[in-house]
């Protein structure tokens, strides 16, 4: 049973990505804290509907939502790394156009927009986190490859990291997080993780809820890991 302390009580929330492995755990981990009054999921099977690939669908479902908030915790679970005609690159070869182009549609293009359309609905003192990865850390890219991914995770980071500095501006005790999940087992992970080290979405949805919860507003722009510790950009 989960319970959230930094949020206040009968607290609202909103996930963006419900539907996926991670957005899953994160409703039923939320839906199980008495102090959380309300979850509304939002993604490409709901009313209203969001599409990171459909920049009006995100201005719209923005829109129709804000008569909902102020929210006190808004997640944006939602990513790509895998799909029809995209794979992630093993080398420069493998690189090609319309899979870039996708892959930064849902990962950056589509998330910047969310930034947008959705601090404004975020409460004054709330937090907002943005599923990010690892592999996005530039400091930290060792190994290569997964070009796409890596690059659209990065930009992803700086448009987080600059939305927090704007954030701080106007409204100080808030909180913009970047978060890195670990290996998780779910759909997107599935063809790549290694067997060994990759933990239910439960457990890893307890562990970055957890990490919020911890996290105040001098933490807010960072790039953080599900166990806390600081990533490098
Ligand atoms: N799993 C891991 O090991 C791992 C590791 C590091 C980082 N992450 C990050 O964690 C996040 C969640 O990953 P996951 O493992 O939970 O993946 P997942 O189970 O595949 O879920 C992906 C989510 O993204 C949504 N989505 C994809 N394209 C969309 C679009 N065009 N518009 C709106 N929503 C869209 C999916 O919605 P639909 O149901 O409509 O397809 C689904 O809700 C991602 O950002 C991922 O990069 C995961």
């Known amino acids: 049973m989960l319970r959230m302390h930094s949020l206040g009580d009968n607290y609202r929330v909103l996930v963006i990505g419900g539907s996926g492995a991670l957005g899953q755990a994160f409703c039923a981990a939320l839906r199980s804290d008495s102090a959380c009054a309300q979850v509304t999921e939002l993604g490409r099977n709901t ?3 969001l599409d990171l690939e459909d920049p009006v669908s995100i201005a719209e479902s923005a829109d129709t939502l804000a008569q909902q908030g102020p929210f006190q915790l808004i997640l944006l679970a ?3 790394l895998h799909g029809p005609a995209v794979q992630p ?3 420069l070869a493998a690189i090609e156009a319309e899979a870039l182009r996708r892959v930064f549609q849902i990962n950056t ?3 910047a927009l969310v930034l947008r359309h959705f601090l404004p609905l975020l409460s004054a003192d709330g937090a907002m ?3 990010s990865a690892k592999v996005g850390s530039i400091g930290d890219n060792r190994l290569g490859g997964w070009y796409a ?3 659209s995770k990065a930009a992803l980071n700086m448009l987080i990291k600059t939305a927090a500095i704007e954030l701080r501006r106007q409204w100080p005790k808030a909180r913009l997080l970047s978060l890195h999940p670990g290996t998780v087992v779910s759909p997107l992970s599935q063809p790549f993780r290694g067997a060994a080290n990759a933990r239910p979405a439960a457990q890893a ?3 970055l809820l957890a990490v919020v919860d911890e996290s105040t507003a001098h933490d807010s722009g960072g790039f953080l ?3 806390g510790d600081r990533l490098p950009w």
């Open 149 to 151: 991914y890596r690059s």
């Open 225 to 227: 890991s599900y166990n």
């Open 78 to 80: 939602t990513g790509i």
């Open 129 to 131: 986190a943005v599923l």
């Open 89 to 91: 690159e093993k080398s």
């Open 109 to 111: 293009l589509g998330p």
């Open 205 to 207: 949805a307890a562990e």
């Open 47 to 49: 009313t209203p509907r």
